[in-house]
């Protein structure tokens, strides 16, 4: 069972279209983390999202973390091509010192 | 900036084999943590450090042994390779915990 479960496993769009993915857990965090990997490489950092309720952009990337810092969602709008890769949400359940990761969204997005 | 550096890049290993995977940071980070990444399950931590001397265990750590003698590195052994060890292996480190992990480029390991 994964702690941190993400939401849809596979996504195939167009180009120009708009997604949403979702990483959600029954547990707190204190704060989650955002990365895309690419094939062949190691995950990138994204963005970090720490207070209940917020939101961050990031160009075309909109990321929003749950009330109760259980869940946070990743928007794109109008995906290019560039956007293909994995994206994983990351966080410290319960402060261990824990970095736990979700299985992640990959992301295809087609000219 | 070398940042993570891992080696070997790619291992073909016999079952029963053991081996090193060498991880190497050169931003005086505290925390260094060891993942393996299977097709469909996303990143498992298997051990991490929080400062040299200090290791624990992560969510798959059997098969595995970690050191921490120096703050630069942070070796990960395979005891007795098993086939169901195949994975692709990434090192990381952070700061300090919740903070940005850097991640090196990755081992892929194979067990035959």
């Known amino acids: 069972t994964q702690l941190l479960e993400q939401s849809p496993q596979f996504l195939s769009i167009q180009e120009g279209e708009n997604l949403t993915v979702y990483c959600n857990s029954s547990s707190v965090f204190s704060s989650l983390q955002w990365y895309r990997q690419e094939p062949g490489e190691g995950p990138v950092l994204l963005v970090t999202v720490v207070t209940g309720g917020e939101v961050k952009k990031l160009k075309r990337l909109t990321f929003q973390f749950g009330d109760a810092r259980k869940d946070s969602s990743l928007h794109i709008t109008a995906a290019q091509p560039g956007d293909t890769g994995l994206y994983l949400c990351?966080?410290?359940?319960?402060?261990?010192?824990?970095?736990?990761f979700g299985a992640g969204t990959r992301l295809a997005v087609h000219p | 900036n070398a940042g993570v550096t891992q080696t070997p890049k790619f291992q073909v290993l016999k079952t029963g084999q053991s081996m090193t995977l060498q991880c190497a940071q050169d931003?005086?980070?505290?925390?260094m943590s060891w993942y393996r990444q299977d097709p469909g399950m996303g990143l498992r931590l298997i051990h991490y450090s929080v400062g040299a001397g200090i290791t624990d265990q992560g969510e798959v750590p059997n098969g595995y042994n970690v050191s921490r003698s120096t703050t630069e590195d942070f070796p990960l052994r395979l005891l007795s390779a098993a086939p169901s060890q195949t994975s692709v292996y990434f090192c990381a480190s952070n700061r300090r915990r919740n903070t940005e992990a850097f991640f090196g480029q990755g081992t892929r390991l194979t067990v035959v």
């Open positions: 931003m005086n980070h505290e925390y």
């Open positions: 990351a966080g410290d359940p319960g402060g261990y010192n824990k970095l736990i």
